[in-house]
């Protein structure tokens, strides 16, 4: 790509790789996130396997370390205590070894183990990593289709915003406003507005209300079937149940490529039971966009967030989710921001409430590519090639006038660069399509 803005930029990527790496994990961003987030880790090897390979694997093979007997993985795991971030380890207090939160985040492994095995050049150190994580990958899924879908409906229940990925998206305002902060919720200190003015970060209100369910869950003993009956949030996220369904059949197909055909039924009953409950529980009608559903409230929450485009991701966009996609993007400077412009709910710079994530613009544009709306997942790849090219490997951006936020040298963005803007010929569904912005 030289003689163009964004010439270096690969280089730069691997550099931050580099320089968030601590030996056998990556932290986020140095400062903001220093221990291993468990959806990062697993998008940034997609990362580190395009110049290192064998790296790449043991990213996820230490996040797997950390798998609780039961088949959990946590959201954070505290390989080394860093007293710059809150709530640590102390707080979270969950007696593992190692030491780790006590919830989970979007399953996005096996999706990631799929597309590091089907492009791997060292395929013996490849096969030899997938056999090893086949069983906990299984085993997680199991635990989500158990402990999150105890009677079997066909879709997961999620008890805290931190486990959706998507902290303080507007989607979580009326399940979280019906969490009252007990008066007895132990006085706490946030480190995060030290490295990000607060203006980009959730507020105070809501950082009670995850306090309040993290000191729940810790009363609980982090008991899952207590915590789904317990938990006053408690929502099926689109994103969530659409990455599930979509790594429940990347398990399958791995499954069939390590010849771990035993475990398919299973796998294909979770597929065919998610397939069939989630359409009708979480899209709407008139736009095809999946919202989130309030299992408290018993109602879909009509928020629109940039989440309900992960339908595409599971195989189950419609047509007129395209035609949704298409005005949403239109309606800002860069796409895709998380809720649309125009919206109450639209805050340009605050966090999971209107920024780009270039993040989410990749597992969008996956799901788009391959559903056979490549020019929308060529737009999406454009859009974040250039706000990288702008304002570097950051956490977000501003939709509107591209302005880089949160953290700066941020793993993911610079993962995504590697593994996806920098490869256009991964918009497509079929590499015999043309891509159209080429
Ligand atoms: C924030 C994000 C979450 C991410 C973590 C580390 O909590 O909301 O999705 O995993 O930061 O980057």
Same mark, same amino acid.
């Given at each position: 790509?030289?003689?163009?803005?964004?010439?270096?930029?690969?280089?730069?990527?691997?550099?931050?790789?580099?320089?968030?790496?601590?030996?056998?994990?990556?932290?986020?961003?140095?400062?903001?996130?220093?221990?291993?987030?468990?959806?990062?880790?697993?998008?940034?090897?997609?990362?580190?396997?395009?110049?290192?390979?064998?790296?790449?694997?043991?990213?996820?093979?230490?996040?797997?370390?950390?798998?609780?007997?039961?088949?959990?993985?946590?959201?954070?795991?505290?390989?080394?205590?860093?007293?710059?971030?809150?709530?640590?380890?102390?707080?979270?207090?969950?007696?593992?070894?190692?030491?780790?939160?006590?919830?989970?985040?979007?399953?996005?492994?096996?999706?990631?183990? $799929?597309?590091?095995?089907?492009?791997?050049?060292? $395929?013996?150190?490849?096969?030899?990593?997938?056999?090893? &994580?086949?069983?906990?990958?299984?085993?997680?899924?199991?635990?989500?289709?158990?402990?999150?879908?105890?009677?079997?409906?066909?879709?997961?229940?999620?008890?805290?915003?931190?486990?959706?990925?998507?902290?303080?998206?507007?989607?979580?305002?009326?399940?979280?406003?019906?969490?009252?902060?007990?008066?007895?919720?132990?006085?706490?200190? $946030?480190?995060?507005?030290?490295?990000?003015?607060?203006?980009?970060?959730?507020? $105070?209100?809501?950082?009670?209300?995850?306090?309040?369910?993290?000191?729940?869950?810790?009363?609980?003993?982090?008991?899952?079937?207590?915590?789904?009956?317990?938990?006053?949030?408690?929502?099926?996220?689109?994103?969530?149940?659409?990455?599930?369904?979509?790594?429940?059949?990347? &398990?399958?197909?791995?499954?069939?490529?390590l010849g771990e055909r035993a475990a398919l039924p299973r796998i294909r009953a979770w597929i065919a039971r998610a397939e069939t409950a989630l359409p009708p529980l979480l899209a709407d009608p008139g736009s095809g966009l999946w919202q989130a559903f309030d299992l408290r409230a018993g109602r879909r929450l009509g928020v629109r967030t940039h989440a309900g485009f992960l339908a595409f991701l599971a195989g189950l966009g419609e047509t007129r989710l395209a035609a949704t996609l298409d005005r949403w993007a239109d309606a800002t400077r860069y796409a895709l921001s998380s809720v649309p412009a125009g919206d109450p709910a639209f805050d340009r710079r605050r966090y999971w409430r209107g920024p780009v994530w270039p993040v989410a613009n990749f597992l969008i544009g996956r799901g788009t590519g391959e559903s056979g709306h490549v020019r929308l997942a060529a737009r999406l790849r454009r859009d974040t090639a250039a706000l990288v090219a702008r304002g570097g490997f950051r956490e977000y951006f501003d939709p509107l006038d591209g302005t880089g936020l949160g953290g700066s040298g941020f793993g993911w963005t610079a993962a995504v660069w590697l593994a996806w803007v920098d490869q256009p010929e991964r918009d497509r569904g079929s590499d015999e399509a043309p891509d159209p912005l080429k």
């Open positions: 790509m030289s003689g163009n803005p964004t010439a270096g930029l690969r280089e730069r990527a691997i550099a931050v790789l580099r320089a968030n790496d601590r030996g056998g994990y990556t932290v986020p961003a140095a400062g903001l996130y220093p221990f291993q987030w468990n959806w990062d880790s697993c998008l940034v090897a997609l990362g580190w396997a395009c110049f290192d390979e064998a790296r790449a694997w043991r990213e996820i093979e230490t996040l797997f370390a950390a798998q609780w007997p039961d088949g959990m993985v946590p959201h954070i795991v505290f390989h080394r205590d860093d007293p710059g971030y809150f709530p640590g380890p102390g707080v979270w207090a969950t007696g593992r070894e190692p030491a780790s939160s006590g919830i989970t985040q979007p399953p996005v492994a096996a999706s990631c183990v $799929r597309w590091m095995l089907e492009r791997a050049r060292d $395929r013996t150190t490849a096969l030899a990593a997938a056999r090893r &994580l086949f069983p906990k990958l299984l085993a997680w899924h199991a635990w989500f289709h158990s402990a999150r879908d105890p009677e079997g409906r066909g879709f997961v229940v999620t008890v805290h915003p931190w486990e959706t990925g998507m902290d303080n998206s507007p989607a979580w305002d009326a399940p979280l406003a019906a969490v009252a902060p007990p008066p007895d919720l132990a006085p706490y200190e $946030r480190r995060d507005l030290a490295h990000v003015d607060a203006a980009q970060r959730p507020t $105070r209100a809501e950082y009670d209300r995850y306090m309040t369910l993290v000191q729940l869950f810790r009363e609980l003993a982090y008991d899952s079937a207590e915590m789904v009956a317990r938990s006053p949030f408690l929502v099926v996220d689109p994103a969530t149940n659409a990455i599930l369904l979509r790594a429940d059949r990347d &398990l399958a197909a791995l499954a069939e490529i």
